[in-house]
Protein backbone atom coordinates (compact mmCIF):
# COMPACT_ATOMS: atom_id res chain seq x y z
CA UNK A 1 0.00 0.00 0.00
CA UNK A 2 1.80 3.17 -0.84
CA UNK A 3 0.02 6.65 -0.45
CA UNK A 4 0.69 9.90 0.34
CA UNK A 5 -1.59 11.78 3.07
CA UNK A 6 -3.29 14.85 2.88
CA UNK A 7 -3.12 15.95 6.13
CA UNK A 8 -6.87 17.50 5.78
CA UNK A 9 -8.98 15.35 7.72
CA UNK A 10 -12.81 16.04 7.27
CA UNK A 11 -15.05 16.96 10.44
CA UNK A 12 -17.29 14.11 10.19
CA UNK A 13 -14.10 11.80 9.78
CA UNK A 14 -12.79 13.01 13.12
CA UNK A 15 -15.82 12.32 15.09
CA UNK A 16 -16.35 9.10 13.68
CA UNK A 17 -12.61 8.34 14.41
CA UNK A 18 -13.28 10.03 18.29
CA UNK A 19 -17.20 8.32 18.84
CA UNK A 20 -16.44 5.02 16.74
CA UNK A 21 -15.07 1.76 17.46
CA UNK A 22 -16.93 -1.57 19.02
CA UNK A 23 -14.79 -1.03 21.87
CA UNK A 24 -15.83 2.60 22.61
CA UNK A 25 -19.19 1.70 21.94
CA UNK A 26 -19.65 -1.16 24.72
CA UNK A 27 -17.40 1.57 26.82
CA UNK A 28 -20.32 4.01 26.67
CA UNK A 29 -22.76 1.15 27.31
CA UNK A 30 -21.52 0.07 30.46
CA UNK A 31 -21.24 3.84 31.37
CA UNK A 32 -24.60 4.25 30.64
CA UNK A 33 -26.40 1.05 32.43
CA UNK A 34 -23.55 1.75 35.33
CA UNK A 35 -24.94 5.25 36.09
CA UNK A 36 -28.55 3.94 36.20
CA UNK A 37 -27.15 1.83 38.92
CA UNK A 38 -25.46 4.32 40.37
CA UNK A 39 -28.44 7.03 40.71
CA UNK A 40 -30.93 4.10 41.98
CA UNK A 41 -28.60 2.14 44.14
CA UNK A 42 -24.98 4.02 45.09
CA UNK A 43 -26.70 7.10 45.69
CA UNK A 44 -28.97 5.51 48.09
CA UNK A 45 -26.52 3.32 49.79
CA UNK A 46 -25.53 3.95 53.70
CA UNK A 47 -22.44 5.62 54.39
CA UNK A 48 -23.53 6.24 57.92
CA UNK A 49 -19.96 4.58 59.16
CA UNK A 50 -18.14 7.58 57.92
CA UNK A 51 -19.96 10.39 60.45
CA UNK A 52 -21.70 7.64 63.36
CA UNK A 53 -17.69 7.60 65.09
CA UNK A 54 -16.84 9.30 68.47
CA UNK A 55 -19.73 9.55 71.17
CA UNK A 56 -22.97 8.46 69.98
CA UNK A 57 -25.94 10.05 71.73
CA UNK A 58 -29.25 8.25 71.94
CA UNK A 59 -32.29 9.40 72.98
CA UNK A 60 -36.06 7.94 72.98
CA UNK A 61 -37.66 9.23 69.80
CA UNK A 62 -41.74 8.09 68.85
CA UNK A 63 -42.58 5.99 65.35
CA UNK A 64 -44.77 7.90 63.06
CA UNK A 65 -45.26 6.16 60.45
CA UNK A 66 -43.85 3.10 58.22
CA UNK A 67 -44.14 2.57 54.29
CA UNK A 68 -43.03 -0.57 52.83
CA UNK A 69 -40.58 0.30 49.85
CA UNK A 70 -40.38 -1.30 46.39
CA UNK A 71 -36.74 -2.38 47.73
CA UNK A 72 -36.36 -6.00 48.81
CA UNK A 73 -33.70 -8.56 49.74
CA UNK A 74 -34.40 -12.34 49.55
CA UNK A 75 -37.97 -11.44 48.43
CA UNK A 76 -38.20 -9.51 52.02
CA UNK A 77 -39.69 -5.74 51.46
CA UNK A 78 -37.67 -3.14 52.90
CA UNK A 79 -39.57 -0.58 55.42
CA UNK A 80 -39.18 3.51 55.80
CA UNK A 81 -39.86 3.84 59.43
CA UNK A 82 -40.56 7.30 60.26
CA UNK A 83 -40.36 8.82 63.89
CA UNK A 84 -39.64 12.35 65.87
CA UNK A 85 -37.46 12.91 68.96
CA UNK A 86 -36.18 15.61 71.16
CA UNK A 87 -32.49 16.19 71.74
CA UNK A 88 -31.43 16.83 75.14
CA UNK A 89 -31.10 20.41 74.29
CA UNK A 90 -34.29 20.33 73.31
CA UNK A 91 -34.48 20.61 69.65
CA UNK A 92 -37.14 18.44 67.79
CA UNK A 93 -36.43 16.41 64.99
CA UNK A 94 -37.77 14.28 62.16
CA UNK A 95 -36.32 11.34 60.01
CA UNK A 96 -36.44 7.96 59.06
CA UNK A 97 -34.75 5.03 59.05
CA UNK A 98 -34.61 1.65 57.18
CA UNK A 99 -35.30 -2.08 57.65
CA UNK A 100 -35.37 -5.34 56.03
CA UNK A 101 -38.52 -6.93 56.79
CA UNK A 102 -39.34 -5.03 59.94
CA UNK A 103 -41.63 -1.76 60.53
CA UNK A 104 -42.65 0.21 63.49
CA UNK A 105 -45.69 1.08 64.77
CA UNK A 106 -47.34 3.83 64.92
CA UNK A 107 -46.75 5.73 68.59
CA UNK A 108 -44.16 3.39 69.37
CA UNK A 109 -41.73 4.17 71.50
CA UNK A 110 -38.13 3.48 70.06
CA UNK A 111 -34.34 4.31 70.37
CA UNK A 112 -32.71 7.12 68.16
CA UNK A 113 -28.78 7.50 67.99
CA UNK A 114 -26.62 10.21 66.59
CA UNK A 115 -23.28 11.36 66.72
CA UNK A 116 -22.63 13.96 68.92
CA UNK A 117 -23.37 17.38 67.93
CA UNK A 118 -25.15 15.90 64.76
CA UNK A 119 -28.49 14.93 65.53
CA UNK A 120 -29.75 15.80 61.81
CA UNK A 121 -27.57 12.61 61.12
CA UNK A 122 -29.85 10.18 63.41
CA UNK A 123 -31.27 6.84 62.89
CA UNK A 124 -33.43 4.61 64.73
CA UNK A 125 -30.98 1.90 66.67
CA UNK A 126 -30.18 -0.94 64.55
CA UNK A 127 -31.20 0.56 60.81
CA UNK A 128 -30.15 2.34 58.69
CA UNK A 129 -30.66 5.57 57.21
CA UNK A 130 -30.55 4.57 53.66
CA UNK A 131 -32.20 1.65 51.92
CA UNK A 132 -29.61 -0.05 51.19
CA UNK A 133 -26.39 -1.04 52.89
CA UNK A 134 -22.48 -0.05 52.27
CA UNK A 135 -22.14 -2.95 50.24
CA UNK A 136 -23.97 -1.31 47.61
CA UNK A 137 -21.50 1.39 46.71
CA UNK A 138 -19.61 -1.55 44.53
CA UNK A 139 -22.32 -0.69 41.93
CA UNK A 140 -20.16 2.11 40.76
CA UNK A 141 -17.43 -0.05 39.24
CA UNK A 142 -19.88 -0.73 36.28
CA UNK A 143 -19.89 2.99 35.33
CA UNK A 144 -16.62 3.17 36.22
CA UNK A 145 -15.08 0.40 33.91
CA UNK A 146 -17.35 1.84 31.15
CA UNK A 147 -15.29 5.25 31.59
CA UNK A 148 -12.21 3.80 31.79
CA UNK A 149 -12.77 2.37 28.42
CA UNK A 150 -14.09 5.50 27.11
CA UNK A 151 -11.22 7.41 28.37
CA UNK A 152 -8.69 4.84 26.92
CA UNK A 153 -10.06 4.43 23.58
CA UNK A 154 -10.94 8.23 23.47
CA UNK A 155 -7.18 9.05 24.24
CA UNK A 156 -6.11 6.31 21.70
CA UNK A 157 -8.12 8.07 18.72
CA UNK A 158 -7.17 11.77 19.53
CA UNK A 159 -3.12 9.66 19.02
CA UNK A 160 -4.90 8.48 15.47
CA UNK A 161 -6.20 12.21 14.40
CA UNK A 162 -2.45 13.61 15.37
CA UNK A 163 -0.62 11.06 13.65
CA UNK A 164 -2.76 11.60 10.41
CA UNK A 165 -2.13 15.19 10.69
CA UNK A 166 1.21 15.27 11.50
CA UNK A 167 3.06 11.65 11.43
CA UNK A 168 5.65 10.74 8.46
CA UNK A 169 4.72 8.01 6.10
CA UNK A 170 7.23 4.67 6.04
CA UNK A 171 7.29 1.01 5.13
CA UNK A 172 7.80 -1.07 8.57
CA UNK A 173 8.53 -5.07 8.64
CA UNK A 174 7.10 -7.38 10.65
CA UNK A 175 9.96 -9.25 12.96
CA UNK A 176 7.76 -11.06 15.58
CA UNK A 177 4.23 -12.51 15.88
CA UNK A 178 3.21 -13.95 19.19
CA UNK A 179 -0.17 -15.15 20.53
CA UNK A 180 -2.00 -14.11 23.38
CA UNK A 181 -4.13 -15.74 25.48
CA UNK A 182 -7.48 -13.74 24.25
CA UNK A 183 -9.53 -14.94 21.66
CA UNK A 184 -12.31 -12.94 19.72
CA UNK A 185 -14.99 -15.05 18.26
CA UNK A 186 -12.90 -18.17 19.13
CA UNK A 187 -9.81 -16.89 16.77
CA UNK A 188 -6.42 -16.17 18.43
CA UNK A 189 -5.44 -12.60 19.19
CA UNK A 190 -1.67 -12.00 18.18
CA UNK A 191 0.56 -9.44 19.24
CA UNK A 192 2.90 -8.06 16.10
CA UNK A 193 5.62 -6.50 15.99
CA UNK A 194 6.93 -4.56 13.43
CA UNK A 195 10.71 -2.46 13.15
CA UNK A 196 11.12 0.44 11.00
CA UNK A 197 13.47 3.39 10.54
CA UNK A 198 12.44 6.84 11.24
CA UNK A 199 14.06 10.12 8.54
CA UNK A 200 17.10 9.71 10.13
CA UNK A 201 17.88 6.03 9.95
CA UNK A 202 17.29 5.34 13.55
CA UNK A 203 15.28 1.86 14.25
CA UNK A 204 11.98 1.70 16.01
CA UNK A 205 9.22 -0.72 16.52
CA UNK A 206 5.78 -0.69 17.02
CA UNK A 207 3.09 -3.16 18.10
CA UNK A 208 -0.40 -4.30 17.44
CA UNK A 209 -2.91 -6.54 18.71
CA UNK A 210 -5.41 -8.29 16.73
CA UNK A 211 -6.98 -11.70 15.72
CA UNK A 212 -7.33 -10.28 12.17
CA UNK A 213 -3.73 -10.50 11.40
CA UNK A 214 -4.52 -11.39 7.55
CA UNK A 215 -4.67 -7.32 7.31
CA UNK A 216 -0.94 -6.83 8.51
CA UNK A 217 0.24 -9.62 6.64
CA UNK A 218 -0.82 -9.27 3.13
CA UNK A 219 2.31 -7.10 2.51
CA UNK A 220 6.33 -7.41 2.87
CA UNK A 221 6.14 -4.07 3.96
CA UNK A 222 3.02 -2.69 5.64
CA UNK A 223 3.08 1.14 5.96
CA UNK A 224 2.57 2.80 9.27
CA UNK A 225 2.66 6.18 10.42
CA UNK A 226 5.12 7.74 13.16
CA UNK A 227 5.55 11.41 15.02
CA UNK A 228 9.34 12.82 13.87
CA UNK A 229 9.52 14.17 17.03
CA UNK A 230 8.48 10.87 18.99
CA UNK A 231 9.19 7.71 16.53
CA UNK A 232 8.39 5.54 19.00
CA UNK A 233 5.01 6.73 19.16
CA UNK A 234 3.43 5.04 15.55
CA UNK A 235 0.62 3.20 14.06
CA UNK A 236 0.09 1.05 11.17
CA UNK A 237 -1.39 2.34 8.13
CA UNK A 238 -4.18 -1.20 8.09
CA UNK A 239 -4.86 -1.34 12.27
CA UNK A 240 -6.52 2.07 11.34
CA UNK A 241 -10.83 2.35 11.35
CA UNK A 242 -11.76 0.42 8.70
CA UNK A 243 -14.18 3.11 8.07
CA UNK A 244 -11.23 5.06 7.35
CA UNK A 245 -10.63 5.62 3.33
CA UNK A 246 -8.04 7.41 1.21
CA UNK A 247 -8.46 8.64 -2.71
CA UNK A 248 -5.71 7.42 -4.77
CA UNK A 249 -4.07 11.15 -4.49
CA UNK A 250 -4.17 10.27 -0.67
CA UNK A 251 -7.01 12.13 0.54
CA UNK A 252 -8.71 11.32 3.18
CA UNK A 253 -12.36 10.74 2.88
CA UNK A 254 -15.29 12.34 4.58
CA UNK A 255 -17.57 9.21 6.16
CA UNK A 256 -21.30 10.08 5.35
CA UNK A 257 -23.89 11.34 7.90
CA UNK A 258 -25.87 8.30 7.72
CA UNK A 259 -22.60 6.27 8.79
CA UNK A 260 -21.29 8.78 11.11
CA UNK A 261 -25.25 9.31 12.81
CA UNK A 262 -25.62 5.51 14.65
CA UNK A 263 -21.40 6.46 16.02
CA UNK A 264 -23.34 9.23 18.07
CA UNK A 265 -26.89 7.51 19.59
CA UNK A 266 -25.32 5.76 22.62
CA UNK A 267 -22.58 8.92 24.20
CA UNK A 268 -25.59 11.92 23.13
CA UNK A 269 -28.12 9.91 25.04
CA UNK A 270 -25.62 9.03 27.93
CA UNK A 271 -24.81 12.32 28.20
CA UNK A 272 -27.93 13.99 27.52
CA UNK A 273 -29.99 11.66 29.35
CA UNK A 274 -27.83 11.02 32.57
CA UNK A 275 -26.63 14.27 32.41
CA UNK A 276 -30.80 15.99 32.39
CA UNK A 277 -31.09 13.74 35.65
CA UNK A 278 -28.21 15.14 37.55
CA UNK A 279 -29.40 18.55 36.71
CA UNK A 280 -32.42 18.02 37.25
CA UNK A 281 -32.03 16.33 40.75
CA UNK A 282 -29.29 18.08 42.01
CA UNK A 283 -29.02 21.69 40.78
CA UNK A 284 -32.42 22.44 40.07
Known amino acids: MSIVINRNIPVNTKYS ?162 PTNIKVDEQTVYKLKFSFKDKTGNKFNVSEKTHQTHFLEDDDEESLLYMPDNPEYAILIDSLPKYLSFDEKGNIQSISIFKLLPLLILPLLTLVGHGSYFVIKFII
Open 17 to 178: ILFGGLRLQIGWLFFSIGLCFFWGVALNADISFLYFTGNIITVEGIATDSFETNVSYDETPVYENHYKFTTKEGAEFEDFSYYQGQYIKTGETITIEYPEGKPQYSRIKGMRRQAFGPVALFVVIIPMFGLLIIFFCIKKYLHVIRLLKNGELTKGKLISKV
